[in-house]
DNA sequence: TCTTTTTATCGTAATATTACAATATAATGG
DNA sequence: CCATTATATTGTAATATTACGATAAAAAGA
């Protein structure tokens, strides 16, 4: 089949999943880090750094866009990436609580 | 092509990706998020919560497991999951560190 | 041993993802 | 207007993922 069945997951657990998918590759990582460490917006210097091309690039950006994860303005001829910090901060703090819900069971196996 | 050019990026970016990935399904996480409310091991109650078949289960459970997220003991006839605490833990602080690491900038657009 | 129960694996179809070349688009400077 | 620069989109090939039916495997009880 190859299709997800999002209807018969709730609503938080495939927010979550979207988000979590949206992280879920090294170059999409490597782009949010140099995006943080940049400590401003990065305008075009992503292609030069990692080692793919230009249009693989600009498809990672579009998915983190989609995600709400980063935010992408034009500014002359490039497009300056920044972090989306509520979106961020969002993720963040749901994830927070989803690892922080699990202690550690008296009876186990 | 279809392959993630996995020996461009660090090793804790690849890491990092890994557990993400495993995590970034709707089933996957309803099946971490059942064995953390159950607060023990799960045996075998999964297939009949989620609305997927037992072979699809399976899957994300070996998905799961692959990842370190969670282990399986044999107990008689069922097989009872856990989360794998140690991975837990050491997702929880590498992700934590990474969304910290984001300060929100002063110049930015 | 035979049956039952539970989980894993295999095979397969449908769809998604990853990557890149080629090309389009959009803004700037001459 | 035309060339340049930066990014997006399109098309496409290779591979991965998701889901399920069918079947295998493994342990327990009759």
Known sequence: MGLTKTEIFTEGQNRLAVMLKAMAHPARIAILEQIIN?????????????GLAQATISQHLKELKNAGLIQ?????????????????????????????????????C
Do not use: Q
Request: glycine residues 8%; proline residues 4%.
């Open 72 to 108: 992408g303005t034009i500014e002359g001829v490039s497009v300056c990436y920044c972090i989306e910090p509520k979106t961020w901060e969002l993720l963040h703090k749901n994830l927070d609580g989803f690892f922080r819900s699990y202690k550690e069971p008296a009876n186990c």
């Open 38 to 50: 940049a400590n401003t917006c990065i305008c075009g210097d992503l292609v030069e750094e990692l």
